[in-house]
Nanobody
Framework: QVQLVESGGGLVQAGDSLRLSCAASERTFSRYHMGWFRQAAGKEREFVASIVWTGRTTYYGSSVKGRFTISGDNAKNTVYLQMNSLKREDSAVYYC???????????????????WGQGTQVTVSS
């Protein structure tokens, strides 16, 4: 059972960049699809990005497409979320997630992922 630990959150200004990291307790890209979700206070959880276990296919939520990039380093068992041109509405707790189900993969759905990290707070001030 993989364990996920997010880091890299913080307080930044609108227009800044930030890179989140998700450290996994075991190798990810040979076995897991990985995803990032976020949840702002008082709002529903929102899909941000996902990467297929091969590391070759990525998916993005419409609100972040073109600004955020998901990537991974299998040697470090780490998945990244590079966030550029941050906006105030990007403020949220960001969660890393992993799926090892080979029979079901809908990247934007939370029920795809069986493993979740504790989250890291991102706050963007205007």
């Amino acid at each position: 059972q993989v364990q996920l630990v997010e880091s890299g959150g913080g307080l930044v200004q609108a227009g800044d960049s930030l890179r989140l990291s998700c450290a996994a307790s075991e190798r990810t890209f040979s076995r897991y699809h990985m995803g990032w979700f976020r949840q702002a206070a008082g709002k529903e959880r929102e899909f941000v990005a996902s990467i297929v276990w091969t590391g070759r296919t990525t998916y993005y939520g419409s609100s972040v497409k073109g600004r955020f990039t998901i990537s991974g380093d299998n040697a470090k068992n780490t998945v990244y979320l590079q966030m550029n041109s941050l906006k105030r509405e990007d403020s949220a707790v960001y969660y890393c997630a992993a799926s090892d189900d080979p029979n079901y993969y809908n990247p934007s759905r939370g029920d795809t992922y069986g493993y979740w990290g504790q989250g890291t707070q991102v706050t963007v001030s205007s």
